[in-house]
C-alpha cells in the first residue's frame, strides 16, 4: 500500500498490516476494501471498535480494524489488539476436549459420574456424557442471564483458586432442577461447557488455560491469545468492553442473503422450568438496539472464571483468523489437529461441523463477536466488536464478504 494511502487510514483509525508470521494472499485490493467496510460499519452503528478478516484457502487474505480502545480516550486499535471472543470461545473448547479424548484421558461416552464420583448432584446428571455437554444435551441450566445482582452475588460466593471456585460452581449447577431430561433436546447452556471443561481438567490434572494453550493456540500459533478481559494489570493497552444496554446476540444463525435471516437473537431453547436465577431464567432475548452513546465496562465489574471455556478467550483478529482459517480446512475433511477417528465424531456423529453460511455468534451486554464459513468456496470471515449489541454489524461483514 502507498504511504499516502496508509496514512489517510489511519487518520480515519484504521490499521493494516501484513502477518508477520503468517503468510497473506496477494490480494492487496481486499485489504484496502476491507479496511472501508469495517470503518464504514463501525461508522453506522457508532461502535467504539472493530476488527475484521477475510479468510481463505491459503490463509489469511485481509484484515483491518478502526476506533479506539476506549470511548474515553484516544488509544486506536490495532491489528495486534486483543478482542474477547465471548461464545465464540466454545469452538476452541470444543478442539481442546476432542484433542484430550485424543490423548486417551476422555471419551465423548464419558459420564459425569467417573469423573466426578465424589461430587454431590442430582442423580438424574450422573449419566449425562461428555458428547451430551458439548452438544447442550445435558438439560443443563443456561446462565446467559448475568446482569442481575442475583448472578453478581452467586458468582461472588464463590471464594478461593480458580480451580476451587469452577469446582464449586459445577457443584452448584448440578444440584440445580435440569431444563429438561438429559438427551431429549437442546438447550444453550454456558454452564455446560464449564462442566466438560472440568471433566478435561480433573482427568489431565492440568488447569484449564494451559490445556487451551497447548491444544489449540500453541499448534496453530494463536500468539496473541488469552483468557478473560482483554485490558488488564497484564495488559493495560487493550481494547476495553462497552455497553449501550444493548441485547447480545448470541445464538449461532444464518447469515447473509444466501443463508437467512440477518436478525441478532439468542439461542432458542425448548422446555423446562421458568423460575427465577441466573441460572434458571432460560430465555434470554435481546433487548431492543439501543440509540445510547457506548459506555466503557465499569473497572470493578465482576470477573466469571468459572465460565472459562464457555466464553473466556481473547485474541488478536489475526489469530482469530488463524482458529476460523482451521475451521475452514476441516469441513473439506482435512484435520489438522485431531485424528480422523476423533474429528469425525466430533463434526459428524456429534454433528459440530461448520455449516454453509451459518454464523457462529459471541456476545453478551459488551462484547460482541463471530465468524462464518462458505466451504463451497473456500471463503470465511470474522469479526469482532468491544462493544456489546453488536451483532447486526458482524453480519453487515459476513453479508459483504459473501457478496464478493
Not at 150 to 166: D, I, M, P, T
Not at 182 to 202: D, E, F, K, Q, V
Not at 327 to 335: H, I, R
Amino acid at each position: 500500500m502507498r504511504r499516502r494511502e496508509f496514512m489517510q487510514l489511519a487518520g480515519l483509525g484504521i490499521t493494516l498490516s501484513a502477518a508477520k508470521a503468517w503468510a497473506w494472499a496477494e490480494e492487496p485490493d481486499k485489504q484496502q476494501w476491507l479496511a472501508d467496510l469495517v470503518h464504514a460499519v463501525r461508522e453506522k452503528y457508532k461502535l467504539p471498535g472493530m476488527a475484521a478478516a477475510i479468510i481463505g484457502k491459503a490463509g489469511l487474505v485481509a484484515a483491518a480494524v478502526s476506533g479506539v480502545r476506549h470511548v474515553d480516550k484516544p488509544d486506536l486499535v490495532t491489528l495486534d489488539d486483543r478482542f474477547l471472543l465471548a461464545s465464540c470461545t466454545k469452538t476452541m473448547s470444543q478442539l481442546t476436549i476432542a484433542r484430550v479424548v485424543d490423548a486417551g484421558k476422555l471419551t465423548f461416552q464419558t459420564t459425569i459420574r467417573e469423573v466426578l464420583p465424589d461430587m454431590e448432584m442430582r442423580d438424574v446428571y450422573r449419566d449425562v456424557t461428555l458428547g451430551q455437554l458439548l452438544t447442550f444435551q445435558g438439560g443443563i441450566q443456561p446462565y446467559m442471564n448475568f446482569q442481575s445482582s442475583e448472578a453478581e452475588r452467586l458468582f461472588g460466593s464463590f471464594k478461593g483458586a480458580v480451580a476451587e471456585q469452577r469446582r464449586a460452581f459445577v457443584r452448584h449447577v448440578l444440584s440445580e432442577e435440569p431444563v429438561a431430561t438429559p438427551g431429549s433436546s437442546r438447550n444453550y447452556s454456558n454452564a455446560s461447557y464449564a462442566i466438560a471443561a472440568l471433566l478435561a481438567t480433573t482427568r489431565t490434572g492440568r488447569d484449564w488455560e494451559s490445556l487451551m494453550t497447548e491444544h489449540v493456540f500453541t499448534p496453530l500459533g494463536m500468539t496473541r491469545a488469552g483468557f478473560g478481559r482483554p485490558s488488564n494489570a497484564e495488559h493495560p493497552n487493550e481494547p476495553w468492553l462497552h455497553s449501550n444496554g444493548s441485547g447480545p446476540g448470541l445464538s449461532d444463525e444464518p447469515a447473509g442473503k444466501k443463508g437467512g435471516p440477518k436478525k441478532a437473537g439468542g439461542p432458542k431453547t425448548k422446555g423446562g422450568p421458568k423460575t427465577k436465577g441466573p441460572g434458571l431464567v432460560r430465555k434470554n432475548p435481546p433487548a431492543p438496539v439501543s440509540n445510547e452513546p457506548y459506555r466503557p465496562q465499569p473497572e470493578n465489574a465482576q470477573e466469571r472464571v468459572a465460565l472459562a471455556a464457555a466464553g473466556g478467550v481473547h485474541c488478536s483478529i489475526g489469530d482469530f483468523a488463524r482458529f476460523v482459517h482451521y475451521e475452514l480446512q476441516t469441513t473439506a475433511g482435512k484435520d489438522p489437529l485431531l485424528t480422523p477417528a476423533t474429528s469425525a465424531e466430533l463434526r459428524e456423529k456429534l454433528g459440530l461441523l461448520r455449516r454453509e453460511g451459518v454464523a457462529v455468534r459471541g456476545g453478551s451486554t459488551y462484547v460482541s463477536a463471530g465468524y462464518i464459513l462458505w466451504p463451497s468456496r473456500k471463503l470465511a470471515a470474522a469479526a469482532m466488536v468491544n462493544a456489546g449489541g453488536a451483532a447486526p454489524a458482524c453480519t453487515d461483514i459476513f453479508n459483504a464478504v459473501e457478496e464478493t
